[in-house]
């Protein structure tokens, strides 16, 4: 299987590039978003890809991250997403979001991606609540994507030096959900109290993530 390429843009379609490897053109259709952070025509690029096979076909999909390749192949998991629409819902939230939108159960976010439906969406969030933690903490998702999108993508101050404050969030939000997951707690409810806990509390360490996370899985009444 293709897992990865990498090799000088030879040309940009509405829906896919072809890389050239060693000499070899290969079509890969990308998402919209992964287009326009591509580098222009003849310039250098790398792709993380997804070999879809069939009796009539073979399409290669590509992906700027492995972390965005695995979401895909959780995507297309579920029955009526193929991979038109999981490109879709990739296209429209990123990684990151379609992440915090499956946490959080917020299938109006999954839905406005173009050509999927309320039912769809819903089964998306449905089907994938428990099986989407484990990405989202290899990853530190949650962490990430709670914070403004323009706070993230401002670029550092001339001088500046590096932070830790990323990994830092990260590690804390996976322990927070290994310990949740042993204290017999749902993946699923677990991803959802930890992504609500880091919007309340985005610097939170992790002592302080399982605290709020407990308070927000505890009964009412």
Do not use: C
Not at 107 to 113: D, L, Q, T, V, Y
Not at 184 to 193: D, H, K
């Amino acid at each position: 299987m293709i897992g990865r390429l990498a090799g000088r843009i030879d040309y940009r379609g509405a829906d896919h590039v072809l890389l050239d490897v060693g000499g070899v053109g290969y079509i890969v259709f990308v998402s919209g978003r992964t287009l326009m952070e591509l580098p222009a025509t003849g310039e250098f690029a790398a792709l993380y890809t997804d070999l879809v096979v069939r009796e009539d076909l073979l399409q290669l999909y590509g992906f700027p991250t492995h972390q965005e390749k695995e979401w895909h192949r959780l995507l297309t998991s579920v029955q009526g997403i193929g991979a038109k629409a999981s490109m879709a819902i990739l296209g429209a939230l990123g990684p990151d979001g379609t992440a915090r939108a499956i946490a959080l159960g917020d299938w109006s976010a999954i839905r406005s991606a173009p050509g999927v439906g309320p039912k769809l969406a819903q089964r998306v969030v449905n089907e994938l609540k428990d099986k989407a933690p484990g990405i989202m903490a290899m990853s530190g998702s949650l962490a990430e994507v709670i914070e403004p999108v323009e706070t993230a993508a401002k670029p550092p101050a001339a001088g500046a030096k590096p932070t830790s404050a990323a990994p830092s969030r990260a590690a804390a939000q996976a322990d927070a959900l290994s310990a949740l997951a042993n204290l017999g707690y749902q993946p699923g409810e677990a991803a959802s109290a930890v992504a609500q806990a880091i919007g309340a509390e985005p610097d939170a360490d992790t002592a302080a993530l399982i605290r709020a996370a407990l308070k927000l899985l505890a009964p009412k009444g």
